[in-house]
Nanobody, 124 residues
Framework: QVQLVESGGGLVQAGGSLRLSCAAS????????MAWFRQAPGKEREFVAV????????YYADSVKGRFTISRDNAKNTMYLQMNSLKPEDTAVYYC?????????????????WGQGTQVTVSS
């Protein structure tokens, strides 16, 4: 089993920044891929960014490319999402997730473990 705990959400004005964290524990060695998804009210959960823990390969959704940066600290078993130039449309609950296999996995059904989510609200 793997446990994921997100933190760092909050309320920020448009144009501002936030950094989310996702701490992983348990049997993480079989789950090399970590990702961020988000879900706005009334919408489906959507892919944001993904990182492979070994090698650090990354991939981003077009909507956040150039504004968000995904990173990880393997020694701390923690993943981060630095969010800059935030827009009201970035408002959502942000979830971290993990899986084994290919890191080019962008649909929620491909992920085995999920955190509880952290709310990000961007005011205009």
């Amino acid at each position: 089993q793997v446990q994921l705990v997100e933190s760092g959400g909050g309320l920020v004005q448009a144009g501002g920044s936030l950094r989310l964290s996702c701490a992983a524990s348990g049997r993480t060695f079989n789950n090399d891929v970590m990702a961020w998804f988000r879900q706005a009210p009334g919408k489906e959960r959507e892919f944001v960014a993904v990182i492979r823990r070994t090698g650090g390969s990354t991939y981003y959704a077009d909507s956040v490319k150039g504004r968000f940066t995904i990173s990880r600290d393997n020694a701390k078993n923690t993943m981060y999402l630095q969010m800059n130039s935030l827009k009201p449309e970035d408002t959502a609950v942000y979830y971290c997730a993990t899986r084994g296999g290919s890191y080019r996995a962008t649909t929620p059904s491909e992920y085995n473990y999920w955190g509880q989510g952290t709310q990000v609200t961007v005011s205009s």
